[in-house]
């Protein structure tokens, strides 16, 4: 019991850790683009506000990555029949752009590779 607190207590600090890790980094990022701004480096500002971008699409990522995987895992569980949880997966990625969903695939495909 007392190794699966700890375990339960390690993963809550890596999952801290890596959220202050993301919020720092656009922290910065915003930071750099108006300080590029404000000093007339017009190339510096559009190099930050690209790199801001890429990481908030990556969060995205992240986040649709999470809930594909959920509906899989219930789907996995016969909880209910395939159709209605079938039906949720095919409708989330229906609105997903055509990048998006490129993007979720190639994750999904390279972590079940690993």
């Known amino acids: 019991m007392e190794n699966q ?3 339960l207590q390690d993963e809550a600090a890596a999952i801290r850790y ?3 890790a993301h919020s720092d980094l656009i922290a910065a990022l915003i930071q750099y683009r108006e300080s590029s701004k404000v000093s007339g480096r017009p190339a510096m500002w559009a190099w930050a506000q ?3 971008d890429r990481v908030v699409r ?3 990522l992240n ?3 999470k809930l594909v995987e959920a509906i899989v895992a219930y789907q996995a569980t ?3 029949p395939d159709g209605p ?3 949720m997966l095919d409708s989330f990625k229906s609105l997903l752009s055509s ?3 490129k993007a979720l695939t190639y994750v999904r495909t390279t972590i079940a590779a690993a």
């Open 50 to 52: 690209i790199q801001l």
């Open 5 to 7: 607190r700890m375990t």
């Open 58 to 60: 990556w969060s995205h």
């Open 78 to 80: 016969g909880i209910v």
């Open 63 to 65: 986040e649709d990555l």
């Open 99 to 101: 990048e998006e969903l």
């Open 85 to 87: 949880t079938q039906d």
């Open 18 to 20: 890596k959220q202050k």
